[in-house]
């Protein structure tokens, strides 16, 4: 585990586990694909419909995540930018 996913393994799942899951449940849903496309089911269909929805939900938690061990927590951002906007504000 590297220092990032160390650092964030407590708090939260690290990228390469969102990954994984994203991958297995993109494989569970080309199978119901290929299941659909033999005979329709509505059933299968909402279950496709559920696991898009997880996965967009698995994608923002990918994206957010990154954007976090790339730039850092959002909180201590904001809170950079408004003590530089301060110091612009007394020059």
Same mark, same amino acid.
């Given at each position: 585990?590297?220092?990032?996913?160390?650092?964030?393994?407590?708090?939260?799942?690290?990228?390469?586990?969102?990954?994984?899951?994203?991958?297995?449940?993109?494989?569970?849903?080309?199978?119901?694909?290929?299941? =659909?496309?033999?005979?329709?089911?509505?059933?299968? $269909? !909402?279950? *496709?419909? &559920?696991?898009?929805?997880?996965?967009? @939900? /698995?994608?923002?938690?990918?994206?957010? =995540?990154?954007?976090?061990?790339?730039?850092?927590? $959002? !909180?201590? *951002?904001? &809170?950079?930018?408004?003590?530089?906007? @301060? /110091?612009?504000?007394?020059?």
């Amino acid at each position: 585990m590297n220092r990032v996913e160390a650092a964030l393994h407590p708090v939260m799942r690290t990228l390469t586990e969102i990954h994984e899951e994203i991958e297995r449940l993109s494989e569970d849903r080309a199978e119901l694909w290929h299941r =659909l496309s033999d005979e329709y089911d509505p059933r299968i $269909r !909402e279950e *496709i419909r &559920a696991l898009d929805q997880e996965l967009d @939900r /698995l994608w923002d938690e990918h994206r957010a =995540l990154r954007a976090r061990v790339r730039f850092g927590d $959002r !909180e201590a *951002i904001v &809170a950079r930018a408004r003590v530089e906007e @301060r /110091l612009e504000r007394a020059a």
